[in-house]
């Protein structure tokens, strides 16, 4: 979950709507609702509201509405769009996250109008999971994985990810799928218990299990080059350093903070 928050993440400051959109139905629809919604206030918080404090009310409407179990599907993906469209501020981010204090080197420009987002059902409808019942099985994950995973802040955010990430993947993707809600309920249906001393998901009976195969076995081990990249990268890519995400983002360090406050992966944006 932290490389699908991290890519959301990266899309937004690219002004990426769509990419944004994707990894956060990513999360949406694989049941973490609540930290969704608790990730995007954070960043909106920590980034956006300074130069978007009217965003603030818009914001916390599409919220309660969720909060209190009102919420349409399309309410968290208007709110991503919207922020993917505004300019940020990454001082505070900066110097909380990467141990930097910077300046910005122009000011970022200011939109004449500054537009609220309201998608409709059918502009998320191509975000939604991926029916695979009428899919040949190795062939779901390429419909499904539309853009990769940003790995080129790994080092810089201190993520961390599997020793042995490419074998994990292709053998035992089903046991970390189990840690998604919706992945869960799956197994369950098909009285599957997850075995968290050897890593793995096992069945009642070999009908159970087939079951369960011919539903939503996704075969990792057989995707297309293409989409294997997409999910695991290349293990070649170039980590950008501190230095290196300011300038690309039109930043200069002015100042290093000695003692650095990120620690791992799992605190990061």
């Not at 404090?53 to 009102?70: C, E, F, M, R, V």
């Not at 990810?161 to 197994?187: C, E, G, N």
């Not at 070649?236 to 200069?252: G, I, P, R, W």
Request: glycine residues 4%; contains cysteine; charged residues 25%.
């Amino acid at each position: 979950m932290v490389e699908v928050k991290q890519s959301l993440f990266l899309a937004l400051i690219d002004h990426k709507p769509d990419e944004a959109l994707f990894w956060t139905y990513e999360l949406y629809h694989s049941g973490f609702e609540t930290e969704v919604y608790n990730y995007i206030l954070m960043v909106y918080t920590t980034i956006y509201k300074k130069l978007n404090p009217s965003l603030q009310t818009y914001i916390d409407a599409k919220h309660q509405l969720w909060l209190g179990g009102n919420a349409a599907d399309t309410d968290i993906g208007s709110i991503v769009y919207t922020m993917a469209l505004r300019p940020y501020y990454l001082v505070d981010f900066v110097r909380t996250y990467l141990g930097a204090n910077i300046s910005a080197r122009s000011a970022d420009p200011p939109s004449a109008v500054r537009f609220i987002i309201n998608l409709t059902p059918d502009q998320i409808a191509p975000y939604a999971h991926v029916d695979s019942s009428n899919i040949r099985r190795n062939k779901a994950l390429e419909q499904a994985v539309k853009y990769p995973v940003r790995k080129d802040c790994h080092k810089l955010f201190n993520t961390f990810t599997h020793q042995d990430f490419v074998a994990t993947f292709r053998h035992k993707w089903l046991y970390f799928a189990s840690f998604s809600p919706i992945w869960y309920d799956r197994i369950s249906q098909h009285n599957g218990l997850v075995d968290y001393d050897e890593e793995a998901v096992t069945f009642a009976d070999e009908h159970d299990e087939e079951a369960f195969r011919s539903a939503w076995d996704y075969e990792p081990d057989e995707v297309s080059g293409v989409t294997f990249t997409r999910c695991c990268g290349t293990g070649k890519e170039t980590q950008l350093s501190v230095k290196d995400f300011c300038e690309k983002y039109n930043y200069t360090i002015v100042s290093r903070i000695i003692k650095r406050p990120l620690k791992t992966g799992e605190t990061s944006l």
